[in-house]
Each structure stands twice: as C-alpha cells, then as structure tokens.
C-alpha cells in the first residue's frame, strides 16, 4: 500500500520561530507551524511528522530513515545548513523518497550568502518566501510527485427539472 506519512524537518533555530528575527520570520511559532501543516495533510489524507534539530547529523539520520520508516518523502527546511552543508546535500541525494526543500523567508530576497542552495540541486525543488504557507505548498508538491496533481472536486450534473 502506498505510504500516506509524510516527513517535515527543520533545521537549526527554527524551533525559536515566534520570537527569532520576527521582522523576517514573522510571530507564528515552530507548534503553530506544525498544526498547520498537520491540518494541511489530514485534508489530504495524509499523516504528517513533524520534527526539528539543531544538529546536522540528527537531519541526516531522519533522511535516511525516511523510507524505511514509510514516509512517501520529505518536506525539508535546512536552515542556515541550506548554505553550506555538503553532508546534507548528499544525504539528500542519497535517499529514494523525494525531499521539496522549503523556506519561510524569500532568501533570494536576502543577503547574497542565502541566496545559494547546496541542497536545491538534488532537491525536487523549492519554494520560499510564503512563511508558514511554504509548507503546506511543500506537502502539496511532495504529493504532486507521488499521488499526481490535486484534482478538483467532479462537476455534478445538472439537476433535471
Ligand atoms: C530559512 C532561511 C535560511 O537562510 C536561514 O538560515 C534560516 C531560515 C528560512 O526558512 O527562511 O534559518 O531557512
């Protein structure tokens, strides 16, 4: 049966979202994050995990584990790793399940450092700028890779007189 788990992982200081940089990350929190994505998926009929490091290791082991663990794919938020983290890039490359990276902020807005991704490149792709809405867009595209587009509810006849 096909897996209807999902994964979100977030990265480094991502679990101070609410009082962190508020101007750029906004006031919702790192729990108020999660409902929503969780609420998201439950729409679409699928679990959703959610689970936060602050170490690039623990990331890579939850990347790894993802398929064996029965997640159809991850919706991956790297943090500041996103910049630099070879080790992160290749895990991401390594594992069958497809990652969509995500970013609350628009980095291709910010500073020239974030503006490159290690990771985009072996991602499925990516999508930034929309706050706590990158995720939900996240698990959307992860099921558009594994279940096909979201098709909109069929069209009822027309009542007959
Ligand atoms: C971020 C952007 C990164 O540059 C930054 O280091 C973060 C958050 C985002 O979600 O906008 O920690 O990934």
Redesign the pocket.
């Known amino acids: 049966m096909a897996a209807t788990r999902a994964l979100v992982l977030h990265?480094?200081?991502?679990n101070l979202l609410g009082t962190r940089e508020p101007d750029?990350?906004g006031r919702v929190t790192l729990s108020e994050v999660n409902r929503l994505v969780r609420a998201h998926g439950r729409r679409r009929g699928v679990t959703v995990e959610a689970r936060q490091s602050n170490v690039e290791g623990q990331l890579i082991d939850w990347l790894h584990g993802a398929e064996r663990q029965g997640f159809l794919g991850v919706v991956l938020?790297?943090?500041?790793f996103?910049?630099y983290s070879l080790a992160l890039r290749d895990a991401v490359a390594s594992i069958r399940v497809p990652v969509v990276e995500?970013?609350?902020?628009?980095?291709h807005a910010?500073e020239k450092f974030?503006r490159h991704s290690v990771v985009a490149a072996v991602a499925r792709g990516q999508i930034?700028g929309f706050g706590a809405v990158?995720y939900v867009l996240g698990l959307d595209a992860l099921l558009a890779l594994t279940r096909g587009p979201a098709r909109p509810p069929a069209a009822r006849p027309p009542r007959r007189r």
């Open positions: 990265g480094p200081n991502l750029v990350y938020n790297p943090g500041a996103t910049h995500v970013h609350l902020s628009n980095v910010r974030r930034a990158s």
